[in-house]
Nanobody, 128 residues
Framework: QVQLVESGGGLVQAGGSLRLSCAAS????????MGWFRQAPGKEREFVAA????????YYAGSVKGRFTISRDNAKNTVYLQMNSLKPEDTAVYYC?????????????????????WGQGTQVSVSS
């Protein structure tokens, strides 16, 4: 099992920045990739960004590309999401997820079903 704990959410004005962290514990050697998803009220969970655990390949949703940056610190078993130029439409609960099946992650990193473990979520609110 892998446990994921997110932190760093909060309230920020439009144009501001936040950095989310996701600390992994447990059987972290089984992780092949990690991702961030978000879910706004009344909407489906959507992909934000993902990163492979060893190769460092990164993937972004079109709506955040150029504004958000995903990174990892393997020594700390932590993945980060640096969010700049935040917009009110970025308001959502942000979830961290970990994948343990390489093929599923490579082919489907934008889908929630590619991931095996999820954090509890952290609220990000952006005011206009």
């Amino acid at each position: 099992q892998v446990q994921l704990v997110e932190s760093g959410g909060g309230l920020v004005q439009a144009g501001g920045s936040l950095r989310l962290s996701c600390a992994a514990s447990g059987r972290t050697f089984s992780i092949v990739g990690m991702g961030w998803f978000r879910q706004a009220p009344g909407k489906e969970r959507e992909f934000v960004a993902a990163i492979s655990w060893n190769g460092g390949s990164t993937y972004y949703a079109g709506s955040v590309k150029g504004r958000f940056t995903i990174s990892r610190d393997n020594a700390k078993n932590t993945v980060y999401l640096q969010m700049n130029s935040l917009k009110p439409e970025d308001t959502a609960v942000y979830y961290c997820a970990a994948a343990r099946v390489p093929g599923r992650f490579i082919m489907g990193h934008m889908r929630p079903d590619a991931y095996d473990y999820w954090g509890q979520g952290t609220q990000v609110s952006v005011s206009s």
